[in-house]
């Protein structure tokens, strides 16, 4: 099949070989933009042009893993870490409603001085006095905490499987297996959260091949959610003698999986908007329908440094809110007031 006849297939049917995937993910040039058409065609027929804003409240940088990229990982001693008491989180979490999100998203790295009671408490408090849909994204924990949260009111978790390839997984993550993170996506979407994963971007090793089997596990996960950026290197790391991942190869991995997952809630994200600042925008007319911007206030915003450059550290929650208004709007975009709960949900799915 040509590039024409492949792109037809996947607007059509929503389901593509491993090797047609690949043949997207080499596209350059004049055939790239049919590519990003097409995932735009498909965005507006699915989700319409409303842009979901999802706000984020990062509330602790400590983190047990050892992931080799990032900087939150336990053996980077030159980060200052910092802990939120669950007050403080709430009290955030009122602050971004007021801003007008209808989304918090709780996120952290793996930290368990927040257990089980302490999270629920902050889920319940939240529930009890705003009115916000609440996403976890707190990495891995057990299956009864997921389904305290969930009955206490949480609505979606985030946690991305980072790479579909084990020994890749494996190599990065010492300690963590990808069976391990797969059975807890299984098990959250077992428990009824609308459930996100998604992948990073010029991994070491990391080839079109394998970012197609990323692609079509979230296919097969059947995922509510995918949020995916390319690696931005950290020299606090191991991979700081790396290279960033491609921009390019990322937004092709966004149009791809709008193409499969037409449902689906796909971010433009912030590490795409930190190594282009024009990143973000060309992934909302490349598939995404969603911005996460960070609503996390203080001291602490440079503190939750996953990699160098992060956009929007310097920011106050307000300038973000109104910058990301006028991004949306300029694109001829609609920003949602609603929710935005995953439309499968909303048809009991
Ligand atoms: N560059 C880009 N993304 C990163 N993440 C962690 N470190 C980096 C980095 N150096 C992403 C991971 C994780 C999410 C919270 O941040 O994909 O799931
Ligand atoms: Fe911790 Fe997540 Fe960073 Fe891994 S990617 S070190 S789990 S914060
Ligand atoms: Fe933070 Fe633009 S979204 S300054």
């Given at each position: 099949m040509n590039l024409d006849e492949i792109l037809l297939k996947a607007e059509?049917?929503?389901?593509?070989t491993r090797g047609e995937i690949v043949k997207l993910l080499k596209t350059r040039g004049e055939d790239l933009k049919k590519l990003y058409k097409a995932a735009d065609?498909?965005?507006?027929?699915?989700?319409?042009?409303?842009?979901?804003?999802?706000?984020?409240?990062?509330?602790?940088?400590?983190?047990?893993?050892?992931?080799?990229?990032?900087?939150?990982?336990?053996?980077?001693?030159?980060?200052?870490?910092?802990?939120?008491?669950?007050?403080?989180?709430?009290?955030?979490?009122?602050?971004?409603?007021?801003?007008?999100?209808?989304?918090?998203?709780?996120?952290?790295?793996?930290?368990?001085?927040?257990?089980?009671?302490?999270?629920?408490?902050?889920?319940?408090?939240?529930?009890?006095?705003?009115?916000?849909?609440?996403?976890?994204?707190i990495g891995e924990r057990e299956y009864e905490e997921y389904k305290v949260w969930r009955e206490a009111g949480a609505d979606r978790y985030l946690i991305r499987h980072e790479t579909a390839d084990p020994g890749l997984y494996h190599r990065l993550h010492p300690g963590m297996s990808l069976e391990q993170r797969i059975e807890r996506l299984r098990w959250l979407k077992e428990l009824g959260y609308q459930v996100g994963s998604g992948n990073l971007i010029g991994l070491p090793d990391q080839d079109e091949e394998s970012i197609s089997r990323d692609i079509l596990l979230f296919k097969e996960l059947d995922l509510h959610m995918v949020g995916l950026g390319p690696l931005v290197v950290n020299p606090d790391t191991p991979l700081k003698d790396y290279h960033n991942g491609s921009v390019e190869m990322a937004l092709k991995t966004i149009a791809i999986t709008r193409l499969l997952l037409p449902l689906a809630h796909i971010p433009g994200t912030t590490a795409l908007g930190s190594l282009d600042p024009e990143g973000r925008q060309k992934a909302l007319k490349a598939g995404a329908n969603v911005v996460m911007p960070n609503v996390t206030r203080g001291k602490y915003r440079p503190l939750y440094e996953l990699y160098p450059a992060k956009i929007c550290v310097d920011e106050e929650p307000e300038n973000c809110r109104q910058c990301i208004g006028s991004i949306i709007t300029s694109l001829g975009r609609v920003v949602g007031t609603d929710y935005g709960h995953s439309p499968r949900i909303e048809k009991g799915e």
């Amino acid at each position: 099949m040509n590039l024409d006849e492949i792109l037809l297939k996947a607007e059509r049917e929503h389901a593509l070989t491993r090797g047609e995937i690949v043949k997207l993910l080499k596209t350059r040039g004049e055939d790239l933009k049919k590519l990003y058409k097409a995932a735009d065609r498909v965005r507006s027929k699915y989700m319409g042009d409303t842009v979901y804003l999802r706000g984020i409240i990062e509330f602790s940088n400590y983190c047990k893993q050892n992931c080799k990229y990032c900087g939150l990982r336990r053996d980077n001693h030159r980060l200052e870490r910092y802990r939120l008491q669950p007050e403080e989180i709430v009290s955030m979490a009122e602050k971004a409603t007021k801003l007008g999100y209808k989304t918090v998203v709780l996120q952290s790295g793996e930290d368990d001085y927040y257990d089980t009671d302490m999270v629920e408490w902050i889920i319940r408090e939240i529930k009890n006095r705003m009115d916000t849909a609440i996403t976890l994204c707190i990495g891995e924990r057990e299956y009864e905490e997921y389904k305290v949260w969930r009955e206490a009111g949480a609505d979606r978790y985030l946690i991305r499987h980072e790479t579909a390839d084990p020994g890749l997984y494996h190599r990065l993550h010492p300690g963590m297996s990808l069976e391990q993170r797969i059975e807890r996506l299984r098990w959250l979407k077992e428990l009824g959260y609308q459930v996100g994963s998604g992948n990073l971007i010029g991994l070491p090793d990391q080839d079109e091949e394998s970012i197609s089997r990323d692609i079509l596990l979230f296919k097969e996960l059947d995922l509510h959610m995918v949020g995916l950026g390319p690696l931005v290197v950290n020299p606090d790391t191991p991979l700081k003698d790396y290279h960033n991942g491609s921009v390019e190869m990322a937004l092709k991995t966004i149009a791809i999986t709008r193409l499969l997952l037409p449902l689906a809630h796909i971010p433009g994200t912030t590490a795409l908007g930190s190594l282009d600042p024009e990143g973000r925008q060309k992934a909302l007319k490349a598939g995404a329908n969603v911005v996460m911007p960070n609503v996390t206030r203080g001291k602490y915003r440079p503190l939750y440094e996953l990699y160098p450059a992060k956009i929007c550290v310097d920011e106050e929650p307000e300038n973000c809110r109104q910058c990301i208004g006028s991004i949306i709007t300029s694109l001829g975009r609609v920003v949602g007031t609603d929710y935005g709960h995953s439309p499968r949900i909303e048809k009991g799915e």
